[in-house]
């Protein structure tokens, strides 16, 4: 592609960009220009309908706005870039049930970093109406394994934040370990790294052959002895204390191994060149200059 052209895409997506932004109207539109989150408190958001004015009446716009693609390729130093964060985090505020289903659209998105560490909790404002369209989500295994994870997380914060509906999150991930050959590695993980944050000791005999196939990362969660001991099911003084060692993945294994390779290749051969003992090299001292 040609400069000129280049220029003139360039152009062209920053002029469907400030069309986008023009779209919005008060009270929304002031979440455009609201503020950089990292410059706020991450554990304690802005009461956005409180500050801002934001009804049920604005709901619509913030789904919109939430979901909105030219917001997220604007350069990272304009305020507007952040305006689908305060638009998700608005929407759980107002405990706005219309956008359960269209922020998981937002699940897919790898390049969105704060979407995965903050629609756990806006969906856990959202409460028990959000379990049957993540129960949905995560069994449809056409959506990918990282956007699925996503929705587990989702479950795990609506049952921390409603104990009275902790079964009904704890039953699709229940459902979905039982698939676990079906499941790639990660899901399996995730999976039983949040049934484990959330003590379901019913969920042992299911997580029993995960261990036993290794289909799981020991690494993220502990090993199967472990885990029986977290659970309360055993003592730790019941396994010998290698069994309690997590194993270590391949990859992070094979990357160890070329670290010593590497140390070994850099320490300097025995019986080339002039050696100093080590207890000379200890106790020599520097000459003082005249």
Known sequence: MGVGCREGTEALQLQDTSMSVETYHDPVAKLLTYGNCHEMDLNDWPDYPATVGLTDADIPELIRMATDPMLWELESEQLE?????????SLGQLQAEAAIAPLTQLFQDRDIDWMTEEMPKVYAMFGPSAIPVLADYLGDPTHESWARNTAVDCLKEIAKAHPERREACIAPMLKQLEAFTDNDDDLNTILIGDLLDLKVVEAAPLMEPVFAAERVDEFMVGSWAGVQVELGLKQATDFPPE??????????AQMRQLLETFDALNQKPQGFGKSVPSTAKKSGKKKKKK
């Open 81 to 89: 870039v952040w305006a689908p964060i305060h638009a998700w985090r």
């Open 243 to 252: 069994a309690l060692n997590p194993k270590v993945p391949p990859a992070l």
